[in-house]
Every structure is written in structure tokens, then in C-alpha cells.
């Protein structure tokens, strides 16, 4: 199911035709969609990848990370500069999210720039998928990222 986020007048969540998609507008909607366990990956294996990601996601390793991201968001927060406007995006939800993705992942936190970077172009080629330079770089980028990020328990499909 898609779900398009907009930013309109119209404050109930509808569903566009043309799209073939639900439009929300609001967090509390968005919210309420992805609780509802009807918004879920269709197809056969579907039922199995989210009981595994359920399993991998359990309430003592949120524990776990949660011990590890708050002080992280609290140490990049205290670095961001005082004496200039801040770029909150580029200097720090990006920053802390490769972060982040790299504690979850289990990856070596020495190599998340780099991995970073590689996860960008395999990003930018889903943005435009028929540009063949772009599929090209991001299909070695995503061999380079499977080769070096451990498969672990949490599900990445």
C-alpha cells in the first residue's frame, strides 16, 4: 500500500485514485497507518518477514539502542555550532540517522560515512530508475554494501 504525505488544506486522510495511494496529512494519521497491520509487504513471504522483524525489533534490544542513540543525539547536539544558524537536516538528522542505521545494523561505526555515501547511490538511482549511469553505480554500490554490512537479525528487506 502507498501512502503519500501531503501538505494541503484538507486535513482528513482520503485515498487518490490517480495515485492508487492514501493521502495523509497529519502525524497522528500516519502514525495510526503504520500501527495498522493491514499496511503490510503483500506476497507470500510477507507473513514471515514480519514475524522476523518483529522478533529483531524486541523491547530489550530497543532498550539496548536507545541506551546507545540518546546519548549519541546529546553529544551531536551539544557540537552543533552556537554562533551561526544550524542546518538541522545536513549537520544533524543525517548525521545521526547513518549513525543510527550503524548501531542497528551492527556495521563498524568507523566505516558509516563510507557506507553512507554508498547507500546515497543506490538512493538516487530508486529516485530515477531509467537513468542507466545511475542503475549502474548503485548496482555496484549495493553489492559493495551487501559485501560489507553483516547479515544479521534484522531483516532488511
Avoid at 46 to 54: A, K
Avoid at 83 to 92: I, Q, S, T, W
Wanted: aromatic share 4%.
Amino acid at each position: 500500500m502507498l501512502i503519500v504525505l501531503e501538505r494541503n488544506l484538507r486535513r482528513d486522510p482520503y485515498f487518490d485514485s490517480a495515485l492508487g495511494a492514501w493521502v495523509l496529512r497529519r502525524y497522528a494519521d500516519v502514525l495510526a497507518a503504520l500501527h495498522d497491520p493491514r499496511l503490510s509487504q503483500v506476497g507470500a513471504t510477507s507473513q514471515g518477514t514480519r514475524s522476523h522483524t518483529r522478533a529483531a525489533l524486541s523491547l530489550s534490544r530497543i532498550v539496548k539502542w536507545q541506551s546507545q542513540i540518546e546519548p549519541l543525539a546529546r553529544s551531536m547536539m551539544d557540537a552543533l555550532p552556537s554562533d551561526r544558524p544550524v542546518d538541522l537536516v545536513g549537520e544533524f538528522a543525517q548525521p545521526w540517522c547513518a549513525e543510527l542505521a550503524c548501531i542497528v545494523t551492527g556495521v563498524d561505526r568507523k566505516d558509516c560515512r563510507q557506507l553512507t555515501e554508498l547507500a546515497r547511490l543506490v538512493s538516487a538511482a530508486a529516485a530515477d530508475p531509467d537513468d542507466p549511469a545511475l542503475k549502474s553505480t548503485a548496482s555496484a554500490a549495493n553489492d559493495e554494501l551487501k559485501r560489507r554490512v553483516p547479515v544479521g537479525s534484522i531483516p532488511m528487506a
